[in-house]
């Protein structure tokens, strides 16, 4: 079992950053750690992914303004987000993923908005 808590999510303004934090309780080095993003209305999506071997992948919605990163002596990933849009507005979940099994956090709302 891993519990991951996420953090970091609040109100910014178009244009905006924001850095979201998942903290796992466990290791994460042999895992691949992702962000999902779940807005009102919409299917939960992809994000951005980070596997265990060192990739990264990003949704095309979100590239060249996110950066997934993650510190596996902290047991943390993050996602640092920078040009924020009114579209970007959505719960945000982490999701740890191994040989099939996934865990996923409780989600940190992130809204944009003037």
């Known amino acids: 079992q891993v519990q991951l808590v996420e953090s970091g999510g609040g109100l910014v303004q178009p244009g905006g950053s924001l850095r979201l934090s998942c903290a796992a309780s466990r290791s994460i080095s042999v895992f691949t750690m992702n962000w999902h993003r779940q807005a009102p209305g919409k299917e939960r999506e992809l994000v951005a992914a980070f596997t265990y071997g060192g990739t990264t992948n990003y949704a095309d919605s979100v590239k060249g303004r996110f950066t997934i990163s993650r510190d596996n002596t902290k047991n943390t990933v993050y996602l640092q987000m920078n040009s924020l849009k009114p579209e970007d507005t959505a719960v945000y979940y982490c999701?740890?993923?191994?040989?099939?099994?996934?865990?996923w956090g409780q989600g940190t709302q992130v809204t944009v908005s003037s």
């Open positions: 999701n740890a993923e191994f040989l099939g099994l996934n865990y």
